[in-house]
C-alpha cells in the first residue's frame, strides 16, 4: 500500500557509481613503487590517551581561476572532517612555508617537516570541457617522502561536497586502518516552536549538518526514525489522528509505504542487517513483546512471550542476535538474546536503569541510555556484559545512534526549559564530544549506512 500524500520530496542523492565516473588511482610520484609507498603510515588509536596526528591540507589548485572558490570549499571540508573526528590536527594555513601550486611535482617535504606536519594532502579540482569536475588528490608521508595513496573523481559541479567527504574517507582509511564514515547522513526530527506547541518534522541532512532537507511537513508528529544499515531507507512513526502509523521512506526515490497501525507502539522499528525485517515491539495489555516482520510479506512472528516490558530492539550486524532492553528483572535493563528467539541473557547490572540499545555495525559495543542520579548518560558495552564504559552525562542525554564504522555515536541533549533538544557526536572512547549544527531545534537521530 502506497501512501498518496501529495507531499513527495524529490529523490535527494545519486549513488556513488552514478556520482563519480572515471575514479582511477593516481600513480606515486618520482618512480616510487605504489606498493612500497602503501607499507607506511598508519595511525594507531587507542582506546586511552591519544595524541592526534598533525596533518597539513593545503587548499586544492585550481584549474582555471573559477575553479577557486570550489577548491577552497572542498579542502575545508577535508579539514573540518578530519578535525571533527579527533585523531588528526590540521596545521593552520598561516603557519606553511610552501605554497603547493603544482600536485604533480613532489613537496619540499623539509618544508613541511619543519612545521610538524606528519602527513600531507595535496590536490586539485579542473573543470572539464563537457562541464564535470575533475577532483584529484594525493596523500604523502611526510617523513619518508612517500605517496601513501591517490585517486581522481569526475562528477557534476553540484556534487563538489560528495566528493570532499569521500576524500576524506580515503584518507581516513588509509591513516587510521579503519573504514571512514564521512560519506554518509544522519536522518532525525527537526524541531521548531515553543516547547507547548512544538512542530516535528523529519529530516536529512549530511553526517556534518550540511544539506538539510525536510521529509515531512510537520502536520502531524513524527518520532525515533530509524536507518536501515544496508539501503537508503528508513522508518518512522507518524502520529495522526488514531493509532501511530508506521512508514518505511525510501530517501532516493521520496517514496513512502504503510507498514502498518500499532497501537500502543513507542518506539520505530529497527531493520535486519540486509533490509528484508523490522524488529518492533508491540504492547498488548500491561506488557509488550518482541516481533519480527517481514517487508515484503508483511507476516509477523512473535519472539518474546512474557508479562514484562520488552522494547527497543537491535540486530547484531550478523543478524544471529538482538539486544533489547526489558524490565523483567525488576528495571529496564539491556538482554540479549537470539534473533530467532529463545533464552535471554542480562548483560547490564550497574546502578540505575538502561534503555535505547542499539548494536554497533562493527559488532564489538552495545550503546545505551542510562539513567540514575538525576543523569542521563550514554555508554557503551560489549555484548558479553563486559567493559561497559559511561561515554557523557548530562541532564537529559538520549538515543545513541552509531557512525558506519562503530567509532563515533550521536545522540540528542535536552537541557530542559524553554529550550531545546541539540545533536552531539562522542567518540567510543569518550573523546571528542562536540554539537552537530543543525537549523533548529533537533532529536532522534539515526546515521546511514556508508552511501553507495
Not at 610520484?29 to 603510515?41: D, F
Not at 610552501?98 to 586539485?124: M, Y
Not at 527497543?312 to 526489558?326: L, N, T, V
Request: glycine share 10%.
Amino acid at each position: 500500500m502506497t501512501d498518496k500524500d501529495s507531499f513527495r520530496p524529490t529523490p535527494f542523492r545519486l549513488s556513488r557509481r552514478q556520482l563519480v565516473s572515471g575514479m582511477a588511482s593516481l600513480g606515486v610520484l618520482a618512480g616510487v613503487p605504489i606498493g612500497a609507498a602503501r607499507a607506511q603510515k598508519r595511525i594507531i588509536v587507542p582506546e586511552g590517551e591519544f595524541v592526534p596526528l598533525p596533518i597539513a591540507i593545503p587548499n586544492f589548485v585550481a584549474g582555471t581561476p573559477s575553479d577557486g572558490d570550489v577548491g577552497a570549499g572542498v579542502t575545508q571540508v577535508i579539514t573540518n572532517n578530519l578535525k571533527r573526528s579527533g585523531l588528526f590536527v590540521p596545521i593552520d594555513q598561516a603557519a606553511y612555508i610552501e605554497k603547493v601550486a603544482n600536485i604533480d611535482v613532489a613537496p619540499q617535504f623539509n618544508n613541511w617537516k619543519s612545521i610538524n606536519a606528519q602527513a600531507l594532502v595535496t590536490g586539485r579540482m579542473t573543470r572539464q570541457p563537457d562541464g564535470r569536475l575533475k577532483a584529484e588528490f594525493r596523500l604523502w608521508d611526510v617523513a619518508t617522502g612517500q605517496q601513501l595513496t591517490g585517486q581522481q573523481y569526475f562528477t557534476q559541479p553540484e556534487y563538489w561536497r560528495r566528493i570532499a567527504h569521500i576524500i576524506s574517507d580515503q584518507i581516513y582509511e588509509r591513516l587510521t586502518g579503519e573504514k571512514g564514515y564521512f560519506d554518509s547522513r544522519v536522518v532525525f526530527v527537526d524541531e521548531t516552536g515553543s516547547a507547548e506547541r512544538r512542530i516535528k518534522r523529519l529530516a536529512l541532512m549530511d553526517q556534518d549538518g550540511a544539506n538539510v532537507r525536510y521529509l515531512t511537513r510537520g502536520t502531524d508528529l513524527v518520532l525515533t526514525p530509524r536507518f536501515s544499515p544496508s539501503t537508503q531507507e528508513i522508518t518512522y512513526m507518524e502520529f495522526g489522528q488514531g493509532d501511530p502509523r508506521v512508514y518505511l521512506f525510501n530517501v532516493e526515490t521520496g517514496q513512502r509505504e504503510i507498514v502498518g497501525n500499532f497501537p500502543g507502539m513507542t518506539f520505530s522499528p529497527r531493520f535486519s542487517p540486509d533490509g528484508q525485517r523490522v524488529i518492533m515491539s508491540l504492547q498488548q495489555g500491561g506488557n509488550s513483546n518482541l516481533f519480527v516482520m517481514d517487508l515484503r510479506s508483511k507476516s509477523t512472528t512473535r519472539l518474546t512471550d512474557t508479562p514484562a516490558i520488552d522494547t527497543s530492539p537491535s540486530y547484531a550486524p550478523d543478524g544471529s542476535q538482538i539486544c533489547f532492553e526489558s524490565d523483567r528483572g525488576g528495571k529496564p535493563q539491556i538482554y540479549v538474546m537470539p534473533a530467532a528467539g529463545g533464552q535471554a541473557q542480562r548483560i547490564s547490572f550497574g546502578d540505575g536503569t538502561y534503555s535505547t540499545p542499539v548494536w554497533s555495525p562493527r559488532g564489538d559495543y552495545i550503546a545505551f541510555t542510562k539513567q540514575g542520579g538525576g543523569q542521563f548518560s550514554i555508554g557503551i558495552i560489549k555484548p558479553d556484559g563486559s567493559g561497559e564504559r559511561i561515554l557523557t552525562s548530562g541532564f537529559h542525554n538520549e538515543g545513541p545512534t552509531f557512525a558506519p564504522n562503530g567509532r563515533v555515536l550521536m545522540f540528542f541533549r535536552d537541557p530542559g526549559g524553554n529550550s531545546g533538544p541539540s545533536l552531539f557526536t562522542v567518540d567510543i572512547s569518550g573523546r571528542f564530544e562536540q554539537r552537530v549544527p543543525t537549523p533548529g531545534f533537533a532529536s532522534d537521530p539515526a546515521w546511514s549506512p556508508l552511501l553507495s
